[in-house]
């Protein structure tokens, strides 16, 4: 038999076969595309921190040495580190409106060979190069608002230095005294980012990835098997007329390779294309360059052809095990109860979380156990229980169909229940990617709890190394300076100013426009316990500015009101001691009074006080403000960081943390996964009910009404739907515990009480889309069990 | 195949009362088109309570067309279709339905039974499509298939029954609601020279025993000749003189 030759004779004419395999090339297109296109968001996401976190990997003293330890003149000679070429380095986080602007300042030795992303050449001293977008927000406002904070514009920064094309950067050229000044200044010799900057980020990035590519690879399964009924019996009617089982499975090969090396073909060349277009999607509010996230064409087609390989051979095996006789008869292939070794994968998945964590907490780990050991154990134990979870569902399935069975009354359930328990993994296949999307939404949900931990202030687990102390600072704010105004910039100074000194700064910045009103506040060192005596109301004060070492904030009594402090709680002294509540400080003390009352404070003399905050007050004019911030970080001040507002500092706080950022990219694919499941579902249902399209139609024919075939429908697809469900939600919190406490040695858990409300609203979105799914295959399976299908079949 | 005799009494079957009396179901005037070929031009026929009726003619002759209309399962583009007063031809779909689920029967050449479900259970789903509790239809279905020397299936799924023990279980199902009409096509088309005369005689003995009117398709003399009377179909039209 000319294999070839049979095929095109089969097809030929035969409009019902084409448009099945129109099908299978449009399904196994889509799925391909979803599949490049899902990950390339992965490794965009992968690339874009990388390229975006070289700002902060240089300033967590982890790659340099802290330039405040050069002294003197400073020379090339000086700046080395191990005897390579370095550069003084500072980045800190500007504020713009309601935009953050990270601005990089750097100095360089005229020989120095540090190579900076995306400044070629460097800017000198008192100019600065901007990305795309910050040179765009730049031009669009006056310079005293924006652009005088930098300099002299030196050119754009190039891409290289971006995590995507909305970035907003500035690179800052100072000299080296200048630099060297710079709070958190440091002596770096490279300057690179980090996609991970743990191998707890790593595997939490690869878990995450099978399990948004999971549902999309189902479904592809699903599309692939699309009129298996019908192509069963033409495959046996070809045995009667001789075929040997070899040829029927080289013809099923030809089919399911042509049509899926079309589809996979044109799937990968339309995720090629439109990743352009795709790169405009936003996760966490940052869109991509399309090369990131774009696959390469090699690399995509690659994924064509394994896509196309799979698919191959899946259609080879099931057609040569399929040609169990010769005789030519169409009968039905029977599925084998499923037997109990399908618990098997997800036990042992469980297995080996449960082993992965104990590797990682336990002092073995000491030993020389490497941690790549501990995370392939929990990358195969994730990836083994979402394959077994799909594995498991049929038994659980036959299980559950038993037991309704015995309580079926009605023609739909006593049809719907039979069919389920005599073909479990059809049945399963039809919601399979639905239960592994709500597998993994749970999962997701479960294990971001912790970003809402990190955004409460603890931080160990941060990704980026600013971000630690920047959440730090903003959890304590949202403690400590509840009383203070709205309308209030808080400048940190970094000290070396006399009350003397402060007192003319105060007077210079009253005059500036829309400043409605100016409050140094000052550092006073109290008594420790063994001095105490004298001076017993800064006790009482309920220890302000409490730290390493105990002191007071103070301001003059007159300063009070700027700080929205009511007049008639002011005492009548000229310096008052300041309640933490009005302070952004990160040391305030948990158990501090919130409600402690303003007393007088007491001291010797002035000169003890370290002027520690300048608060500037502003009439609320946001232009107005940014005005005031270019003139603080354009003065001689000396300033620990930008004058910030309490909502910035909180914002600064809520956008740090990396987890945050995951938890985009997971919403995004539990969105992804549970369309693609709910798609999966429809093509399933329909295709269930066209392989008995026959025997339907003649129920139909002798009397069965709509409803029941309705109603069947529903049944069929609800039962494993509902089974697996729970268990999948229950077994995606159970996972996401034992891979948060593993991955972090017991230190983080689920924390139930901080799941996201729209993990509930994804839930019911599943069951949603599971009722529109079988809601859409209703006319389809009225149309294909009409009555002229028992004439024409 | 196990032979066995008809049964001589049907479960939930009401005895017939005067087989061959009245008219039952009478079509006049029958015009079917599929696009531009005519399948039925002009037919009519008339056929009596409790009678035996076989509808013979080649292939594409229009008898299973024929039969369709009368079951109300397709509906002519012109002419009427009454059945026991009622005018079927211009019944909804939902009404025609309903009809025959609660009058007629149905047995095909093949594929009729639901392969997921056994025999009992095939049997029993008209009663649970006409509202019968699942004991109760659980009950009758298994007594008919007693009646019919099928116990030992009634836990076999179709896949595993025969070709002859499919039939009888199809036979069953079409008769376990008690219709007043049988329509068969091809009920032998399928099966063997013996089968197909054990089926034929169960077939006739049941109908005849309890007034079952039995509407048969068939191109095979040997099948047409258990019916009381034949009609032969071609070219969409009752041969003049073939109606006796």
């Known amino acids: 038999m000319k294999t070839l030759a049979c095929a095109r004779l089969l097809l030929a004419h035969d409009r019902t076969s084409l448009l099945r395999l129109l099908g299978i090339v449009c399904g196994v297109a889509v799925g391909t595309a979803l599949f490049l296109t899902l990950w390339g968001f992965a490794q965009g996401l992968t690339t874009r921190t990388e390229r975006a976190t070289w700002p902060d990997y240089a300033t967590d003293g982890t790659a340099g040495m802290p330039a405040g330890e050069l002294t003197g003149e400073l020379s090339s000679d000086q700046i080395v580190i191990s005897g390579n070429s370095a550069v003084l380095y500072s980045s800190l986080a500007d504020h713009f409106l309601d935009k953050r602007i990270g601005v990089v300042s750097i100095a360089a030795t005229a020989d120095s060979t540090v190579a900076v992303p995306g400044a070629h050449p460097l800017p000198g001293p008192g100019e600065y190069l ?248 929990f990358v195969a134990g994730f990836a083994a229980i979402l394959i077994g979870l799909v594995l498991a569902g049929p038994l659980l399935t036959w299980w559950a169909s038993r037991f309704a069975a015995r309580f079926s009354r009605g023609a739909a359930g006593v049809i719907a229940f039979a069919r389920i328990r005599q073909h479990p993994q059809a049945t399963f296949r039809a919601v399979g990617g639905l239960v592994v999307a709500v597998f993994v939404a749970s999962f997701f949900f479960a294990a971001i709890t912790i970003a809402h931990v990190e955004e409460e202030g603890d931080g160990r687990d941060s990704q980026q190394g600013g971000a630690e102390s920047s959440s730090d600072t903003a959890g304590a704010s949202e403690r400590s300076a509840v009383g203070a105004s709205p309308d209030l910039l808080h400048a940190s100074l970094s000290g070396g100013y006399t009350v003397a000194d402060m007192d003319a700064v105060q007077e210079q910045l009253k005059a500036a426009d829309g400043v409605t009103g100016v409050a140094p506040v000052y550092y006073h060192e109290r008594p420790t316990a063994t001095e105490e005596g004298s001076n017993t109301e800064g006790e009482a004060s309920g220890g302000a500015e409490a730290g390493p070492s105990e002191g007071i904030a103070v301001l003059r009594a007159r300063d009070a009101a700027v700080l929205g402090i009511p007049e008639a709680e002011v005492p009548d002294a000229p310096w008052i001691e300041l309640p933490p509540r009005y302070l952004p400080s990160a040391s305030v003390p948990e158990d501090a009074d919130p409600e402690a009352s303003i007393q007088a404070a007491q001291f010797a003399d002035s000169s003890e006080l370290r002027p520690s905050y300048l608060f500037v007050g502003y009439d609320g004019d946001p232009l107005m403000r940014e005005r005031i911030r270019t003139v603080l970080l354009t003065s001689s001040l000396r300033l620990a960081m930008v004058p910030l507002t309490i909502a910035e500092m909180r914002d600064d706080g809520a956008t740090d943390s990396f987890v945050q950022e995951y938890a985009y990219l997971a919403n995004l694919g539990v969105l992804i996964a549970t369309a693609v499941s709910g798609i999966s579902m429809a093509v399933s249902t329909v295709s269930s009910i066209l392989d008995r399209r026959r025997t339907l139609a003649l129920m139909r024919l002798a009397g069965m009404p709509h409803t029941t075939l309705r109603r069947m429908i529903a049944a069929e697809t609800l039962l494993p739907l509902l089974v697996v469900f729970l268990l999948s939600a229950g ?53 294909s069990t009409a009555l002229s299908v028992t004439r024409f079949e | 195949m196990n032979s066995s005799a008809p049964p001589s009494t049907l479960p939930g079957i009401p005895p017939a009362t005067s ?202 003399a040997r099948t047409a000749a258990y019916a009381d009377r034949e009609v032969i179909v071609r070219d969409g039209q009752i041969r003049s003189g073939f109606e006796l």
């Not at chain 1, 070794?341 to 336990?362: D, E, I, Q, Y």
């Not at chain 1, 409300?757 to 209703?778: D, E, K, R």
């Not at chain 2, 005519?38 to 039969?67: C, F």
Request: hydrophobic share 50%.
């Open chain 1, 731 to 783: 077994l995606g919190f159970v996972v996401a515990q034992l891979l948060l406490s593993g991955l972090t040695a017991g230190r983080r858990s689920v924390i139930f009480s901080l799941l996201d409300p729209t993990y509930f609203v994804v839930l019911a979105l599943s069951l949603l889309l599971a009722t529109a799914a079988i809601l859409a295959t209703f006319p389809t399976a009225r149309r």
């Open chain 1, 130 to 377: 901007a990305s795309p977008a910050a040179a765009a927000l730049i031009a669009e406002y006056p310079v005293e608002a924006l652009g005088e904070r930098y300099g002299q514009p030196a050119g754009i920064l190039g891409d290289e230095a971006l995590g995507s094309p909305g970035s907003l950067l500035i690179l800052r050229g100072m000299t080296l005294e200048e630099i060297r000044e710079q709070p958190d200044a440091t002596v770096v010799s490279s300057l690179a980012g980090k996609a991970f900057s743990t191998s707890t980020f790593r595997i939490a990035a690869i878990v995450g990835s099978i399990a948004i590519l999971l549902p999309v690879l189902l479904l592809i399964s699903i599309i692939t098997r699309l009129g298996a009924a019908q192509r069963s019996e033409t495959f046996a009617t070809l045995r009667l007329i001789g075929a040997t089982p070899a040829q029927i499975a080289r013809l099923a090969v030809l089919e399911t390779g042509v049509t899926s090396l079309v589809g996979a073909v044109l799937g990968a060349v339309l995720a090629w294309a439109a990743s352009p277009l795709f790169a405009q999607i936003q996760i966490d509010n940052e869109r991509f360059f399309a090369s990131d996230i774009q696959p390469s064409l090699p690399f995509a087609l690659g994924v064509a052809l394994l896509i196309t390989l799979a698919t191959t051979f899946v259609a080879w095996v099931r057609a040569l095990r399929s040609q169990n006789t010769d005789l030519g008869a169409s009968r039905e292939l029977m599925e084998k109860r499923p037997g109990l070794w399908r618990l098997v994968p997800v036990l042992l998945g469980m297995l080996a979380l449960v082993g992965g964590g104990w590797l990682s907490s336990n002092p073995v780990m000491n030993l020389g156990v490497s941690e790549l050991l501990f995370g392939a154990l």
């Open chain 2, 19 to 220: 087989p061959g009396a009245t008219p039952l179901i009478t079509a006049r005037d029958l015009h079917l088109a599929f696009g531009l070929t005519e399948a039925l031009r002009g037919v009519d026929l008339t056929i009596r309570s409790g009678e035996i009726l076989a509808i013979m003619g080649p292939s594409g002759s229009g008898k299973s067309t024929l039969l369709h209309i009368l079951a109300g399962v397709l509906v002519p583009d012109r002419g009427s279709v009454v059945y026991n007063g009622q005018r079927i031809s211009t019944m909804n779909e939902a009404e025609r339905a309903r009809l025959r689920l609660a009058e007629f029967g149905f047995v095909f050449q093949f594929g009729q039974l639901l392969p997921d479900l056994s025999a009992l259970d095939n049997v029993s789903i008209p009663l649970l499509l006409g509202g019968m509790s699942r004991r109760e239809a659980l009950a009758r279905s298994e007594e008919l298939l007693g009646s019919f020397g099928l116990s030992s299936c009634k836990d076999k799924r179709p896949p595993q029954l025969s070709g002859g023990q499919a039939q009888r279980v199809a036979l069953a199902r079409a008769l376990v609601a008690g219709p007043r009409v049988l329509f068969a096509d091809e009920p032998t088309g399928s099966l063997d020279s013996l089968s197909s005369e054990q089926v034929m005689e169960m077939l006739a003995a049941t109908v005849r025993g309890f007034g079952v009117t039995l509407v048969v398709v068939t191109h095979d």
